[in-house]
């Protein structure tokens, strides 16, 4: 070919190529077109000979091209033949690149290579290498055994980059293969400590110092090396101790670098064993940190403190008033950081001061910041509160403050503490409604206020159980009356709020039978409401107030006091509390059964026939029972694809409830009282573990909740069979469409918790029968799977039969990761084929 | 390590992009206007680390520039503050006074001397003379290149005259 057209040629090439890299970078990066037309000019370039063409094709592949995609396999070859090159600045190219994207084939096919390139007579090339093995081993930790070698004698080295490489590459082993960890602990701390030692005492050197410091970037390495191989053993962190504290005390701290370099020794001393000398020296470099000016600083040493508060909980509580100070900043980083640190700081003694200064930021703080803010504060308050009336008042003040920034299970919570707390009735309603008529715009608050006046509004006019702290309030019925129809008539006032308020006024209107009508009056001006929750409330209520005085005394009696203990044991389950704080006509539950308006009745007379209070047991029972179903119409997030959290004895309870409760009525019971019993305890069984299955606290919306029912009804024997199994695992429907159902049933080997046994069941909801049914699971490399033969591969048309599987899977993260599995189903029918693939994330966690 | 490197301009539009983890072409674009929009309203006397989705970003700005680093939790941040420095001057050497339209316009040479500085994520040279050194070593590799191609062409032209 003419040379002179190739040397055109070339260089318009490469000014074309240069142009189209243009455009093909702009394209990749700021509008993310693919970019495959610029992917085969990559690979010729690199496969041509010159180094400019090389190096602009090395850069194209590292921009449009990442390890996932196939086309990187076809630059193995290339890649091989430029590590084999003469000029070592091809070699660098090659093994920038290598180091960058690999895939893992790649990783183990050009291991040797690299392996070897860890020796060449270039440092420049040693510490591309070094780099890039630190990638091979991630990729292919099979791999880290042959690199052990290598890397320790990269630590000998004098050049700076080869040593700094050497040192990340041998901390990445470590990480990566515990052999190596205790090969580089036994051989090398003594070498790392030496080199450390000369490099803090090391003179000036233009090349490397940074302001002031020779190579702080060396100094953090080797402090980070000196961590992994410190940790856990007495003898490697005995040897370090001398130069740790060296490092600590004789570096400055006026500069960035300085500062670097002391934060990653207080990381150090704080994770390697110790006796405490190093450590008091660490908390005080964190301290000076915390009156820092520069944010950055402030910032570090606050991540550092949380670690420190398990180690030496009392240096750090010394520092709790510049905490305090950091949670009031300017700076977002840094107030969350402090908050987090704060919260573990607290402990009884502090507890009061603490709580008073965060509700005093609480005003003043930024919206974002409360949610928060009034989260920590309300988990706190809850922790530490040894008074109830403490509780109370803090609970009170955070309500109006942040009412609308509090979950729904914290202000349940506080009622069920009220209830609790008898002798503070009169002093919490009278506190309520002061509270009430300032910040009306709190729902929470108005909430929590309705529904105490509704239950103690004789308590509140009648200024029963005064205690000596107070103020004397005079409130006549009336204001009573008129604080719950502002409740209602409010427009701001939600669904739960304006429910909530109608039964406090069914109960006011027995406690003030002279306000009767009145309370008649507002009752009925909701008969029309276009929400049928409401509309249902205010028919029946009028109904009971008009034809059944009799009855009406007896049906809204002071509710018995809600089981603390049951109450916080479901919450730490982790299971949201889906209370109505109503005394629940049942009419309210949501699952589509209709009962009849004389039902709801036999349940009260059997709670004021009964004068004993019921016992504990069947008191979270009625829990249960009364506190139905949250109103809130918003629908519920897909649960089937979130992990559930809850614990196993969460489980227990649940389903011990599910199984006895007909018993503990104690009542020869009329059908409907039994049958309605039975269908509630169900039904709340799969609230709770519907609810398990979401992680917010948002219940169920009335629409999933029906077809729930449906299940357990359709199979009855469910929560029994595994009960049978001596352990409470609930079966589970892993795949549910409209076509197929897919259940498991679990149950443990005896004697090795890591495995279980699945029962897989399949059954056809079309009316079409399924030929050639092949079902397929795959599951992540922590786990392993066995699948025994299915029991048929045809599965009779609307659920008339069905088939199962066993399937065995062993957990080698039990404990740590719960199962996962995808699975694909085939079948045909119609003379149509079918596949369904499905992930399923919702083991119970702790198979 | 170093998940990825992002320059941005206080306009909002992204000079470099070097991922050292591997994020898809969508995935990069939505990490992108995430950060764009997280680090760029952040105000100047705030701290210059951002948590983003279990990551930290750490971030310094120069002029108009945006230098954004992602690291892992583990890592020392302030220890990334000083390698973005480095970064900077070694530019600043490079070109003599940087400034973003340098990087616009010679944006291969940038992304050369970044891979000079990391691989895999992970600082390759702390001294900023041995990094000028090789760049300009294989700079004046393509010059010669480049030299022969046309002294042949020139060659040629007069022999075929």
């Known amino acids: ?847 | 390590m170093i998940h990825f490197v992002l320059l941005i301009s206080r306009q909002g539009k992204v000079r470099l992009t070097k991922w050292y983890s591997p994020y898809s072409q969508k995935e990069r674009t939505k990490v992108i206007r995430e950060l764009s929009g997280l680090i760029l309203t952040r105000g100047p006397k705030l701290c210059n680390f951002v948590e983003w989705r279990g990551l930290r970003v750490v971030y310094k700005r120069y002029a108009s520039l945006y230098f954004c680093m992602c690291i892992d939790e583990d890592d020392n941040e302030l220890e990334i503050l000083e390698i973005i420095h480095h970064y900077v001057e070694v530019l600043d050497r490079y070109f003599g006074s940087v400034c973003e339209l340098d990087l616009i316009y010679n944006f291969h040479k940038a992304y050369f001397i970044l891979d000079e500085l990391l691989i895999a994520g992970e600082l390759q040279e702390p001294s900023k003379r041995t990094v000028a050194r090789l760049v300009a070593a294989q700079d004046s590799l393509v010059e010669t290149a480049k030299e022969q191609t046309s002294s042949i062409t020139n060659i040629i032209a007069q022999a075929a005259k």
């Open chain 1, 1 to 847: 070919m003419n040379p002179f057209s190739s040397g055109t040629c070339l260089r318009d090439m490469i000014r074309a190529i240069r142009a189209c890299k243009t455009a093909a970078e702009e394209r990749a990066v700021m509008l993310g077109y693919p970019t495959h037309f610029g992917q085969m000019e990559c690979l010729k370039l690199i496969a041509s000979a010159g180094f400019p063409e090389k190096r602009i094709g090395y850069l194209g592949l590292m921009l449009l091209l990442d390890e996932r995609q196939e086309v990187l396999m076809l630059v193995t070859n290339s890649l091989k033949q430029d590590l084999n090159h003469s000029n070592q600045y091809i070699v660098g190219l090659a093994l920038c690149a290598l180091g960058n994207i690999c895939s893992a084939e790649m990783a183990r096919d050009l291991a040797p290579e690299v392996e070897r390139l860890l020796q060449f007579r270039d440092p420049n090339i040693r510490k591309k290498a070094a780099l890039c093995s630190i990638r091979i081993i991630k990729k292919v930790p099979a791999l880290a055994e042959n690199f052990i070698n290598c890397a320790a004698s990269l630590l000998k080295e004098k050049h700076h980059g080869v040593l700094i490489t050497g040192v990340q590459l041998c901390a990445d082993l470590c990480k990566v293969s515990s052999e190596a960890l205790e090969y580089f602990r036994k051989k090398c701390t003594e070498g790392l400590v030496r080199t450390l030692r000369d490099i803090v005492n090391s003179p000036y050197s233009p090349e490397y110092d940074i302001s002031g410091i020779t190579d702080p970037y060396l100094h953090i390495r080797l402090l980070k090396l000196l961590r992994i191989l410190g940790q856990g053993d007495a003898d490697a962190s005995d040897r370090m101790t001398d130069i740790l504290a060296q490092v600590a005390t004789k570096t400055e701290s006026n500069k960035n670098a300085g500062n670097a370099i002391l934060y990653e020794c207080v990381e150090t001393i704080m994770s390697i064993e110790d006796d405490g000398g190093l450590r008091v020296l660490a908390i005080n470099i964190l301290g000076k940190f915390l009156s820092n000016r520069d944010n950055n600083i402030r910032y570090v040493a606050l991540n550092m403190l949380m670690r420190a508060t398990t180690l030496d909980a009392q240096a750090v509580q010394r520092h709790r008033a510049t905490i305090l100070d950091c949670v009031k900043d300017s700076d977002a980083s840094i107030r969350k950081r402090a908050l987090d640190l704060l919260y573990l700081l607290v402990n009884d003694n502090n507890v009061k001061h603490l709580i008073k200064e965060l509700i005093e930021y609480l005003e003043v703080s930024d919206q974002e910041f409360k949610g928060d803010l009034t989260a920590k504060i309300c988990s706190l308050v809850e922790k530490f509160s040894s008074e109830k009336i403490w509780y109370i008042d803090q609970m009170l003040k955070v309500l109006s403050e942040a009412g609308n920034f509090v979950k729904d299970e914290v202000w349940h919570a506080l009622i069920v503490v009220i209830s609790n707390a008898s002798d503070l009735h009169g002093y919490t309603i009278r506190a309520l409604y002061r509270a009430f008529l300032t910040s009306t715009e709190q729902e929470t608050l108005v909430r929590v206020a309705v529904w105490c006046i509704g239950e103690y509004g004789d308590m509140l006019v009648n200024n029963v159980g005064m205690l000596d702290i107070e103020d004397p309030i005079t409130v006549t019925e009336c204001d009573a009356v008129d604080a719950v129809e502002v409740a209602i008539k409010r427009h701001t006032s939600d669904l739960t709020t304006k429910a909530m308020a109608l039964i406090a006024l069914l109960k006011l209107s027995s406690r003030f039978p002279s306000y009767s009508e009145r309370i008649k009056g507002i009752i009925v001006q909701n008969k029309g409401n276009v929400v049928l929750e409401l509309q249902q409330r205010s028919i029946e209520f009028n109904h009971i107030l008009q034809k059944h005085p009799k009855f009406r005394s007896a049906l809204v009696e002071r509710m018995p006091v809600l089981d603390e203990a049951t109450f916080s044991g479901r919450r730490a389950g982790s299971l949201p509390t889906a209370i109505s704080t109503s005394s629940g006509a049942p009419s309210n539950h949501p699952n589509g059964i209709a009962k009849p308006a004389t039902a709801p009745i036999p349940d009260f007379l059997d709670l004021s026939s009964d004068d004993v209070p019921a016992p504990s047991s069947s008191g979270g029972d009625f829990l249960q029972d009364l506190l139905g179903v949250d109103l809130s119409p918003t629908p519920a997030p897909s649960g089937a694809d979130m992990p559930p959290k809850a614990s196993t004895d969460v489980l227990l309870d649940l389903l011990s409830i599910g199984m006895p409760l007909p018993v503990q009525t104690g009542l020869s019971a009329s059908d409907i009282l039994s049958s309605s019993q039975d269908d509630k305890a169900p039904f709340v069984n799969f609230n709770g573990l519907a609810s398990l299955s979401s992680l917010s606290a948002n219940a169920t919306s009335p629409a999933n909740a029906a077809p729930m029912m449906d299940l357990l009804d359709g199979r009855g024997p469910g929560p029994q069979k595994s009960e049978e199994n001596g352990q409470a695992y609930p079966s589970l429907v892993a795949y549910e469409s409209s076509s197929l159902r897919v259940m498991f049933n679990f149950s443990k080997q005896r004697g090795s918790p890591q495995t279980t046994l699945i029962q897989a069941t399949f059954t056809n909801l079309s009316s079409n029968v399924y030929n050639d049914f092949l079902f397929q699971a795959a599951v992540p490399k922590f786990l392993q799977l066995h699948l025994d033969p299915a029991s048929s591969n045809t599965l009779p048309a609307s659920g008339d039969g069905s088939i199962t599987q066993n399937l065995k899977v062993t957990n080698s993260q039990h404990g740590k990761k719960s199962l996962v599995m995808r699975v694909r189903i085939a079948y045909k029918t119609n003379n149509k084929d079918v596949l369904e693939e499905r992930q399923i994330n919702n083991f119970p966690q702790n198979l």
